[in-house]
């Protein structure tokens, strides 16, 4: 079971991913540049690692589904 602190809301479109909002920064509507395949991994429970284009941090994907994704450090306050 994943902490809901490591977790961040995310919307797919015609097969891409956005946030509403960058955990880190702040920005918003944010298109994550994840290839289709790495999305795919990441539902099935393989690590996926992502670099923020607003900010340039990098996200480690645990786990994800079609509504939240899990990461391995806390990405809101608890």
């Known amino acids: 079971m994943f902490e809901f602190t490591h977790s961040w809301p995310v919307d797919f479109l ?5 946030f ?5 920064c702040g920005s918003p ?11 795919q991994l990441a539902k099935e429970g393989f690590k996926t690692h992502v670099v923020m284009p607003c900010c340039h941090e990098k996200l480690t994907i645990l786990s ?8 391995d450090r806390p990405l809101r306050k608890g």
Request: net charge negative.
């Open 64 to 71: 994800m589904d079609d509504d939240y994704i899990w990461a």
């Open 14 to 18: 015609h097969g891409d991913l956005f």
């Open 29 to 39: 509507s944010i298109l994550v540049p994840a290839e289709h395949e790495k999305m």
């Open 20 to 24: 509403h909002d960058c955990p880190f």
